[in-house]
T-cell receptor, first 110, second 116 residues
Framework: TQLLEQSPQFLSIQEGENLTVYCNSSSVFSSLQWYRQEPGEGPVLLVTVVTGGEVKKLKRLTFQFGDARKDSSLHITAAQPGDTGLYLCAGLSGNNRLAFGKGNQVVVIP | GAVVSQHPSWVICKSGTSVKIECRSLDFQATTMFWYRQFPKQSLMLMATSNEGSKATYEQGVEKDKFLINHASLTLSTLTVTSAHPEDSSFYIC????????????FGPGTRLTVT
């Protein structure tokens, strides 16, 4: 059972455009993490959101945790080629294990 | 800070042999480490949770006798794939949790295992 659904699975945009990707679940999580993974490498932690409704910004990246702590979104402003990568969301459940979504593959075309 | 290393980064072995993969937390102590495997274009699947000084907890469907995990110190966990077969070929990634906070987890760079 896939606890976390990420959409869209694949997104290709031009440099300078904005984009939003989503991470949805029917489960409630105590926290949610966003990672970026490059091919052949491990995921790199971008942000952890803990409080429902929380918004965190990391330069041009804005992360929001849903009020009910079931979903999250990642918005990238003025995307750059360096933003290309697989964005993974992972929810921390009651057994302190992370459950991962399949990822949002983002390609930013110069 | 919060750097996790893995060794080797890639390994090729013959079917029937065993391979050991090391996971180290370089600048923090990790009471809990995790082992994942990832198939191409798939998400990370948790294999087992490793706690320092105690036996690992394996996820359903993961053979504990095939994937031996040892967490001998607060900075080192090892995964040994015993009697490897081609279907064990995958990308193995470890992660480490600093301290007691369940909300932080840092990943290693992964190990590409190819069994011929």
């Amino acid at each position: 059972t896939q606890l976390l659904e990420q959409s869209p699975q694949f997104l290709s945009i031009q440099e300078g455009e904005n984009l939003t990707v989503y991470c949805n679940s029917s489960s409630v999580f105590s926290s949610l993490q966003w990672y970026r993974q490059e091919p052949g490498e491990g995921p790199v932690l971008l942000v952890t959101v803990v409080t429902g409704g929380e918004v965190k910004k990391l330069k041009r990246l804005t992360f929001q945790f849903g009020d009910a702590r079931k979903d999250s979104s990642l918005h990238i402003t003025a995307a750059q080629p360096g933003d290309t990568g697989l964005y993974l969301c992972a929810g921390l459940s009651g057994n302190n294990r992370l459950a991962f979504g399949k990822g949002n593959q983002v390609v930013v075309i110069p | 800070g919060a750097v996790v290393s893995q060794h080797p980064s890639w390994v090729i072995c013959k079917s029937g042999t065993s391979v050991k993969i090391e996971c180290r937390s370089l600048d923090f102590q990790a009471t809990t480490m995790f082992w994942y495997r990832q198939f191409p274009k798939q998400s990370l699947m948790l294999m087992a949770t490793s706690n320092e000084g105690s036996k690992a907890t394996y996820e359903q469907g993961v053979e504990k006798d095939k994937f031996l995990i040892n967490h001998a110190s607060l900075t080192l966990s090892t995964l040994t794939v015993t009697s490897a077969h081609p279907e064990d070929s995958s990308f193995y990634i470890c992660s480490a949790r600093p301290g007691q906070s369940p909300h932080e987890q840092y990943f290693g760079p992964g190990t590409r295992l190819t069994v011929t």
